[in-house]
């Protein structure tokens, strides 16, 4: 297996990531991290490097910014047919603007943050 990925900027300027895996010859293409200040959005990879030291990665691997766990939720989710699912609560901050978002605890696991409201 091999993967490889390009970043992109988009027209609004964000940077968006493609990720690509080459498995038994054949080509499988999604999308990696976003970086997008100006739409409030970023996504990528919660990536725990030391114990209770969080970060936001890219598909790649390259820091994107600190994470800070919040807390931990328990939820049913209609997805899940309604079995109880833990979700972990992270808030960051970058380029002096604070965001938030879950996700459903796995390491490496992709997490979308929205930016909070204005002050």
Same mark, same amino acid.
């Given at each position: 297996?091999?993967?490889?990925?390009?970043?992109?900027?988009? $027209?609004? *300027?964000?940077?968006?990531? =493609?990720?690509? =895996?080459?498995?038994?010859?054949?080509?499988?293409?999604?999308? &990696?991290? =976003?970086?997008?200040?100006?739409?409030?959005?970023?996504?990528?990879?919660?990536?725990? #490097?030391?114990? &209770?030291?969080?970060?936001?990665?890219?598909?790649? *691997?390259? $820091? =994107?910014?600190?994470?800070?766990?919040? &807390?931990?939720?328990?939820?049913?989710?209609?997805?899940?047919?309604?079995? $109880?699912?833990?979700?972990?609560?992270?808030?960051?901050?970058?380029? &002096?603007?604070?965001?938030?978002?879950? #996700?459903?605890?796995?390491?490496?696991?992709?997490?979308?943050?929205?930016?909070?409201?204005?002050?």
């Amino acid at each position: 297996m091999q993967s490889r990925s390009e970043t992109r900027q988009a $027209p609004n *300027g964000a940077q968006v990531e =493609i990720g690509t =895996i080459t498995l038994q010859g054949r080509e499988f293409t999604a999308l &990696g991290s =976003i970086v997008d200040p100006a739409s409030g959005l970023l996504v990528g990879y919660v990536h725990e #490097h030391t114990p &209770g030291f969080f970060e936001l990665r890219t598909w790649q *691997g390259q $820091p =994107i910014c600190p994470l800070r766990r919040t &807390g931990r939720i328990t939820t049913r989710l209609r997805a899940c047919d309604g079995s $109880p699912m833990r979700l972990e609560c992270y808030s960051a901050t970058y380029q &002096g603007r604070n965001y938030y978002g879950r #996700h459903c605890g796995d390491w490496n696991q992709s997490i979308r943050l929205r930016a909070g409201r204005a002050a």
